[in-house]
């Protein structure tokens, strides 16, 4: 059995458990709640505050029309197909300006930095970054469960970090894409175990009430993920006071 902390063979980096992820991911949230869980909470309500509005022009928008006389429903149909296109567009817009917050607020968090509100509104600077990233990751995503569901399993466990990367280490989304792969090996079985203990998280949150799901659930996801990069990556982490 390989230590805690120590380096796999290989040359894998750390070896690290999602349990562990997740032990540090509650202390976190529960000591630092103000601090950590509600920068992210806040950004998670504007985000889905935002597509929720953009949804509901999409869906309801046409219907309005129609029942106005203005179009037919024929033209409702077209324009809602449209619409979603747009929409699908928008969608990845917001999550490029959000997700460069969610993450800037992860790293400050886990390593013990000052967090606040607004951190999570201060990824602008890497927005076309984690647009082109996104896009491509959707992409590659669709192409691994062409194939099969394993491939696409496997291979979102191995890019998953991009974001982090854009954010730690300045890269462009492609780069980052490419560099989370490489970061991945031999750890792509424990970040699928971590994203299956991230589902039942969030069951257990959905479970016990919607509000913990936001309060607790998500931060905790978040942060979790953050520690995961930090430990691959070599990182020494503070453990939380």
């Known amino acids: ?5 120590a380096i796999q063979p290989g040359g894998a980096g750390p070896v690290w458990t999602p349990m562990e992820a997740y032990a540090f991911a ?4 529960t000591k630092k709640f103000g601090a950590v869980a509600v920068p992210l909470v806040v950004g998670a309500l ?3 505050t935002l597509m929720g509005v953009v949804y509901a022009a999409v869906i ?8 106005q006389g203005l179009i037919d429903g024929s033209l409702a149909l077209v324009l809602t197909y449209a619409s979603m296109s747009v929409l699908i567009l928008v969608v990845l817009v917001i999550q490029s300006y959000m997700l460069g917050g969610f993450h800037t607020v992860a790293l400050k968090a886990v390593r013990g930095q000052p967090t606040s509100v607004g951190d999570v509104f201060s990824g602008g600077k890497y927005m076309l970054t984690y647009f ?3 896009l491509v990751q959707q992409i590659l995503t669709a192409i691994g469960y062409a194939l099969c569901i394993v491939p696409g399993v496997m291979l979102i466990c191995g890019i998953w970090a991009w974001g982090y990367l854009v954010i730690d280490q300045g890269m462009g989304g492609v780069d980052a894409l490419k560099r989370s792969w490489e970061m991945m090996k031999g750890h792509k079985m424990n970040v699928f175990i971590w994203g299956l203990l991230s589902i039942l998280v969030y069951v257990a949150g959905e479970l016990a009430c919607v509000l913990p799901v936001l309060l607790i659930s ?11 990069y930090l430990r691959i990556k070599g990182e020494s982490i503070p453990e939380p006071t």
Do not use: H, R, T
């Open 46 to 48: 504007v985000m889905v």
């Open 60 to 67: 309801l928008g046409p219907q309005i029309l129609v029942e």
């Open 1 to 5: 059995m390989v230590p805690p902390g």
């Open 26 to 29: 509650w202390k976190l949230v």
């Open 218 to 228: 998500m931060p905790m996801i978040i942060i979790s993920s953050a520690w995961i």
């Open 132 to 134: 082109i990233g996104l």
